[in-house]
């Protein structure tokens, strides 16, 4: 076997800036999209100062006291003076935004290595976001009062441990975090756990992303094969299987962090970040659109994987004259892509929110299905 360092891209490609197969192409752009919604909701929060936390000095002594104080310096002081209940806003307003703001970097560079062809760095980065600041972002979620204790009062064993990525825990916390989003039913939270950590299933994000951290793994369902070294001597077939695979559960993940960031937001700053109806309306068109795939269809679960196998029978009905799209695929990549859909039956235009309002999805008939 030889390292075919001056095939890793075809010639004819190498002037390209995407190297993405086209089977892939829409997939990464909805990844980008829903990661574009976790920015919004950021950028929104410090464009508008939401992030600040309203301190009111119980005297004036207080006042003169912290007049020039500030970061770790005014923390310590709060915490020295008897404002705990500043210190725990503070703690659950800044811990958002900066666990939020790290998992899109990690997130973003990811896609962009996928994109450049360099997937061993995309699949080695994206361990991080989904395993620890994901399930650092559900705990908040799920029980902001135990996680700003924990952080405030606990060592750091008691945040990070391997027991927080079993099963055990993971499943439960990801269950009362969806409690708390405005669709819990549509994820699975079983998928959502084995997708991010279970090393034995060869769909997890654990399993592929150790094989791309280690060059050499011996745990037995990661063993690496005598005379072989861990993702380096890829080929095409296997850059199209990892491309395959990374497009195929992605997309679920981030729009389940989508879904946790949410909720999280409107507590933290008061208020929801502008765009969410075009948001909604869009993701969920662009999902039919990714879906439309059925072999991508096959590797969903929950409602999700149920929706998935009804993608036949979907109707993309114009909200005017409520005929059907000749094609449904056709108009849901353009619904998708352009945020709205020429209709030349009655020629109108209607945007994606009317036509995600009138979206005919049968209701699932096959009971949900986890792969393995
Ligand atoms: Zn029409």
């Known amino acids: 076997m030889t390292f075919q360092w001056d095939r890793h891209v075809p010639a004819e490609r190498r002037t390209e800036k995407n190297f993405l197969p086209a089977e ?8 980008l999209y829903l990661h574009d919604r976790v920015v919004r909701i950021l950028k929104h929060a410090h464009a508008s100062q939401l992030v600040r936390v309203a301190f009111r000095p119980r005297s004036a002594e207080h006042a003169s006291q912290t007049a020039h104080l500030g970061g770790v310096d005014l923390w310590t002081w709060l915490e020295s003076n008897g404002y705990q209940d500043v210190v725990r806003e503070m703690a659950f307003k800044e811990m958002f935004p900066a666990l939020a703001t790290d998992f899109c970097h990690f997130v973003f560079e990811a896609l962009s290595c996928s994109r450049r062809n360099k997937l061993t760095v995309a699949y080695a980065l994206l361990r991080k976001p989904f395993q620890d600041n994901l399930r650092q972002l559900e705990w908040l979620l799920a029980d902001s ?30 269950r009362r975090a969806l409690a708390k989003t405005a669709a819990p039913a549509l994820h699975d939270p079983q998928m959502i756990h084995d997708l991010r950590y279970d090393k034995d299933k060869h769909f997890s994000f654990d399993h592929l992303s150790q094989k791309a951290i280690h060059l050499v793994t011996t745990k037995p369902a990661l063993l690496t094969e005598p005379q072989n070294v861990n993702f380096i001597f890829s080929n095409e077939t296997s850059w199209a299987s990892q491309w395959r695979h990374l497009y195929s559960t992605l997309p ?21 970040a502008p765009g969410l109806a075009e948001f909604r309306a869009r993701s969920t068109l662009g999902f039919f659109a990714w879906a439309y795939d059925l072999e991508r269809a096959r590797q969903l679960s929950g409602e999700m994987r149920s929706a998935a196998s009804t993608l036949g029978a979907i109707k993309v ?48 008939t096959e009971p949900p299905t986890l792969v393995n």
């Open 252 to 272: 679920i993940l981030l729009r389940y962090a989508v879904d946790i960031c949410e909720p999280l937001a409107a507590i933290a700053f008061g208020e929801i």
């Open 24 to 31: 892939v192409r829409l997939s990464h752009q909805y990844a």
């Open 145 to 174: 009062d135990e996680f700003v204790t924990t952080f405030l009062e606990r060592p750091a064993s008691a945040r990070e441990s391997n027991a927080r990525q079993s099963e055990a825990y993971s499943v439960p916390l990801i």
């Open 317 to 364: 009905n114009c909200p005017h004259c409520d005929r059907p799209a000749r094609d449904s695929r056709i108009a849901l990549r353009s619904l998708f892509f352009n945020g709205h859909l020429y209709c030349p039956r009655c020629r109108k235009q209607a945007d994606s929110e009317s036509y995600a309002a009138t979206l005919h999805v049968p209701d699932p």
